[in-house]
């Protein structure tokens, strides 16, 4: 089966210092919600718009659906919705103008679905664009992507401004997309966005492909803070040594430390003590990634490696 996405060696510099991706070799298979995940300005967004040749590689070529970008742009523009980081919208049209706009455009969207997008994300389409606050049109963005059930969807920061209720049908639209034998593309900043609804994700860092993994092989390298309470004073040499845990300090009766991986050993050996309270400190994304890969430019043995098993799994 066709990739819906597949970059070789892509890379685009803006004039001869500024970065804007490096060598990106990426396979996006058909039928996955694929997660995009970098901090802002690794080269996610520099990314997508190679891919629907908003801008031109300085090397490097790229194929979404099979087709070239530049050569076959109109082709590809028929089978893919997309919706940008920051969107631009026609103020002065209502929400309801724009979609029926947008879909006599396109042609071919079933009004029935369409109608059932917009109760779903709860979009009041009476109101005019420039009226709305980021989230609604967020909204509006996402029901004319996915109302013309596109063969592949590519969304950069997709849930930017919208509530949990609405994130969490978002993502039931993007399963059903999948269920239908569709493709997501997600870019986010964000990690829990991803990791609970994505099958694979590819990890960019200063604009290099660190590695494409799995959504259990992420996990299984998963970086948490945590701090543990007890009910009276422990001892450090207690919790010594244990896999996955580094930086652990104790101060009385509060445990503090860093685990990747699985928490099985610091639970077990906390399970020794009264424990009052535990809490999960979030861990940035730079964070996770030094962790990983360390603070190099992505080039590192590991890294490196890492790329080489993604292409092999993939």
Sequence with gaps: MTAAIETHKLTKWYGQKSRGIIDVDLVVETGQIFGFLGPNGAGKSTTIRLLFDLIRP??????????????????????????????S?????????????????????????????????????????????RGNKQKVGLVAAFMIRPEL???????????PFIQ????????????????VFISSHQLPEVEHLCDRVGIIREGRLLAVESIAALKERALRRLEID??????????????GVRDLTVEGAVLKCTVMGSLDALVKAAARFEVRSLRSIDTSLEEIFLAYYGAGDGTSADAQAGKEASHAAA
């Design 89 to 133: 919208l026609y103020g002065d049209l209502t929400g309801r103008q724009l979609l029926t706009y947008l879909g006599n455009l396109q042609g071919s969207v079933d009004a029935d679905y369409r109608e059932k997008l917009i109760q779903r994300l709860d979009l009041d389409t009476r109101k005019r664009i420039k009226s709305l606050s």
């Design 153 to 163: 969807l590519i969304l950069d920061e997709p849930t930017a401004g919208l509530d």
């Design 168 to 183: 969490l049908e978002f993502e039931h639209l993007c399963e059903e997309a999948r269920s239908e034998g569709r493709t």
């Design 58 to 87: 300085t090397s490097g070529s790229a194929q979404v659906l099979g087709l070239d970008i530049h050569h076959d742009r109109l082709a590809i523009d028929r089978r893919v919705s997309y919706v940008p980081g920051e969107l």
């Design 230 to 243: 007890f009910g009276g004073p422990v001892k450090a040499e207690a919790f010594a040594n244990l896999p």
